[in-house]
T-cell receptor, first 115, second 111 residues
Framework: EPEVTQTPSHQVTQMGQEVILRCVPI?????FYWYRQILGQKVEFLVS????????KSEIFDDQFSVERPDGSNFTLKIRSTKLEDSAMYFC?????????????FGPGTRLLVL | DAKTTQPNSMESNEEEPVHLPCNHS???????IHWYRQLPSQGPEYVIH???SNVNNRMASLAIAEDRKSSTLILHRATLRDAAVYYC????????????FGSGTQLTVLP
């Protein structure tokens, strides 16, 4: 069964460093998402991406964050200058389309720790 | 998206049915009721969704009240692997928008 994959599974970085989290969505999906979950808290939406542009973003997704689909398979989340409070589990998701195809499929996550 | 209310936690015995309730009194006519779950240390996973009629799939059943102000996710025979946080989420029909997760219900399955 097709699945969303994410790399790396764990990332440790120093505050102020840039990190890039990578995702490979399901191949025929058109909508892509990033969510994050701080330890012990709710899953929070960051951004959605469709047709090579951001379609929605939350207040969390400020200028320090960016997303890109550099080729036909990868979807990346970049954090330019990490802060301690960026430590969280980051989940990528994808969906085929709208209506009956709007189910979102999530990857296993990348655990980011900012020191 | 309209708000949902779920109990913080529930317990069930293994191999018994589990009924997970969700209240959504402000649901609109265009809102679908979606259920996702999150197993420990994993990403959320789609379970089931419906609009007005009860729905069944290989994972679960969804019973929707006639007035649509509440719904119940039914796991027919709980297994230890079903221990997870279950989220009830309303989404506008035809929308590929974000999922808004609440706190969900932590289901504990006892052997």
């Amino acid at each position: 069964e097709p699945e969303v994959t994410q790399t790396p599974s764990h990332q440790v970085t120093q505050m102020g460093q840039e990190v890039i989290l990578r995702c490979v969505p399901i191949s025929n999906h058109l909508y892509f998402y990033w969510y994050r979950q701080i330890l012990g808290q709710k899953v929070e939406f960051l951004v959605s991406f469709y047709n090579n542009e951001i379609s929605e973003k939350s207040e969390i997704f400020d200028d320090q964050f960016s997303v890109e689909r550099p080729d036909g398979s990868n979807f990346t989340l970049k954090i330019r200058s990490t802060k301690l409070e960026d430590s969280a589990m980051y989940f990528c998701a994808s969906s085929e389309g709208e209506g009956v195809r709007e189910t979102q499929y999530f990857g296993p996550g990348t655990r980011l720790l900012v020191l | 998206d309209a708000k949902t209310t779920q109990p913080n936690s529930m317990e069930s015995n293994e191999e018994e049915p589990v009924h997970l309730p969700c209240n959504h009194s402000t649901i609109s006519g265009t809102d679908y009721i979606h259920w996702y779950r999150q197993l420990p240390s994993q990403g959320p996973e789609y379970v089931i969704h419906g609009l007005t009629s009860n729905v069944n799939n290989r994972m679960a059943s969804l019973a929707i009240a006639e007035d649509r102000k509440s719904s119940t996710l039914i796991l027919h025979r709980a297994t230890l692997r079903d221990a997870a946080v279950y989220y009830c989420i309303l989404r506008v029909r035809g929308s590929a928008r974000q999922l808004t997760f609440g706190s969900g219900t932590q289901l504990t399955v006892l052997p």
